[in-house]
């Protein structure tokens, strides 16, 4: 089955920096990467996602781009804001297979 | 529309009781299902359904039963609990099972078990 894995598990970087999130997978039949942000205390929540038909995706400050090649695919967030700290977890999906497997997460912090 | 909800929120078990976590959402969707959230361990997939009366096994479907006998329901149980079963529960849904669709969370139901 499909085994993603996600660097780093915790980041910390100054407002205004960029960070950037790695993510890997195993089966190479995925063809759907989304992101969920994830608060303290509350639910995930889609911030973006990418299928495997496009390289790159952006929406505001953040863009995911993919490498089918070596399957992995990498969260951008440019301008970072305090608001910003959470916890993000990538995702794959085998369209058919109907399970979204999820990564471990990476907790980031942005120190204002 | 309310979305996905979860009942309950928190909930404190013996080893070896039994519970149900409720799950309905109103949005027609036909996919729902079941995740538990452990420290360090991301979200890991325990049931899931493509529709009514369908239901298949995730990454760690032992100790859990579900059921789906309307598309607005999908309960879970814990058969007999365990400690190794305290976490943190989220219940999701999409409405484009199987094509690559953003899935809706509850708010999460928070288990221990003693």
């Known amino acids: 089955g499909e085994n993603v894995e996600q660097h780093p598990s915790t980041l910390s970087v100054q407002e205004g920096d960029s960070a950037v999130i790695k993510c890997t997978y195993s089966?190479?039949?995925?063809?759907?990467f989304p992101w969920y942000k994830q608060e303290l205390g509350k639910r995930p929540q889609l911030i973006i996602d990418?299928?495997?038909?496009?390289g790159e995706k952006k929406d505001q400050r953040i863009a995911v781009t993919l490498n089918k090649t070596a399957k992995h695919f990498s969260l951008h967030i440019t301008e970072t804001q305090p608001e910003d700290s959470a916890v993000y977890f990538c995702a794959a999906e085998n369209t058919g297979g109907f399970k979204t497997i999820f990564g471990a997460g990476t907790r980031l912090f942005v120190k204002a | 529309n309310a979305g996905v909800t979860q009942t309950p929120k928190f909930q404190v078990l013996k080893t070896g009781q039994s519970m149900t976590l409720q799950c309905a959402q109103d949005?027609?969707?036909?996919?729902m299902s079941w995740y538990r959230q452990d420290p360090g361990m991301g979200l890991r997939l325990i049931h899931y359904s493509v529709g009514a009366g369908i239901t298949d096994q995730g990454e760690v479907p032992n100790g859990y039963n579900v059921s789906r006998s309307t598309t607005e329901d999908f309960p879970l149980r814990l058969l007999s609990a365990a400690p190794s079963q305290t976490s943190v529960y989220f219940c999701?849904?999409?409405?484009?099972?199987?094509?690559?669709?953003?899935?809706?969370f509850g708010e999460g139901s928070r288990l221990t078990v003693l």
């Open positions: 990418i299928r495997s038909n496009v």
């Open positions: 999701a849904s999409s409405w484009n099972a199987g094509a690559g669709g953003e899935l809706f």
């Open positions: 089966d190479s039949a995925s063809n759907y």
């Open positions: 949005m027609n969707h036909e996919y």
